[in-house]
């Protein structure tokens, strides 16, 4: 056997044992990790905005219900 021929042969195995752990770690879910980063708070609202925001949509509900009765 000449010594090109396995190189050949290495390369060509290498390649299938990398499309392989690519195949596996797709699905075991391998390398990145999903959702919210670690550390990742939510933001909550005050009181004060919840209040604004609900007067606001009820101000807007009301206009719309007095435009479609006209």
């Known amino acids: 056997m000449n ?5 050949q042969q290495l390369k060509q195995q290498r390649s299938q044992l990398d499309a392989a752990i690519q195949a596996l770690q797709g699905v075991t879910g391998g390398g990145k990790r999903r959702g919210r980063p670690p550390g ?3 933001r909550t609202m005050s009181a004060a ?3 604004r925001i609900s007067q606001a949509m009820k101000k807007r509900w009301a206009e719309r219900r007095k435009k479609a009765q006209t």
Request: proline residues 0%.
């Open 3 to 7: 010594v090109d021929e396995v190189v």
């Open 40 to 42: 990742h708070t939510r």
């Open 49 to 51: 905005a919840r209040k």
